[in-house]
């Protein structure tokens, strides 16, 4: 049982602590609170400061260095995106600036009608399309209302006929329902 128990503590791994190395004590983490605590409290008396530029140490080992340089590539990266982002914002506002500033003149002659046409033909085919369109809609409606007036028309036609009928031959009522008219008439 002796063998099993040494056998085991060689097999296993030795502990790994991350961030064992700490870059600061206690003590100077204090002292550097202390020193900002002091510095805040005359900036609200409205004594003047100096800035105070803290230096960072130098990276000692391979895995620092890497990650330094790293987070100044990152950082450069997104400080370039950020300003090129800037920059195509304030394009972008002088192009709407520049645009809102232009009048915008509507066509009103034939003349000008066709110019703007060649200019826009886009434009131009699309408003003519929901023109015809829309000259359609009316027209439809146009010929219904038409229609609706003629059969109106036909149908005042036909009754003044039949009064003057009526008025000449006062039994048509009787001769219309007839078969023996409708025979004769046939013939």
């Known amino acids: 049982m002796a063998e099993a128990a ?12 991350a961030f064992a190395n700490k870059p600061y004590t206690q003590e100077e983490r204090i002292k550097r609170e ?18 105070t530029v803290e230096v960072e140490e130098e990276p000692t080992n391979a895995e620092e260095k ?6 100044s590539d990152l950082r450069r990266h997104q400080q370039k995106q950020a300003e090129d982002f800037k920059k195509e914002l304030e394009d972008l506002k002088r192009q709407l600036g520049d645009a809102t ?8 002659s034939d003349e000008d009608i066709e110019e703007w ?20 809609e009316q027209s ?3 010929e219904e209302r038409i229609k609706a007036i003629d059969d109106m028309q036909t149908s005042a036609t ?30």
């Open 158 to 187: 036909k009754e003044k006929a039949e009064v003057e009928l009526l008025k000449l031959h006062p039994d048509f009522g009787d001769i219309r329902v007839s078969d023996d008219f409708h025979d004769w008439a046939d013939e």
């Open 101 to 108: 500033k232009k009048e915008f003149k509507l066509p009103k």
């Open 66 to 71: 890497t990650f330094k340089k790293r987070y």
């Open 140 to 142: 439809t409606e146009l």
């Open 6 to 17: 040494i056998m085991a503590e060689e097999m296993q791994s030795p502990k790994k602590v």
């Open 34 to 51: 202390e020193e900002e605590l002091e510095q805040l409290i005359k900036e609200q008396k409205g004594e003047e400061v100096a800035e």
């Open 117 to 136: 046409a060649k200019e826009y033909p886009d434009v131009a085919a699309i408003v003519e399309t929901i023109a015809m369109k829309k000259a359609r």
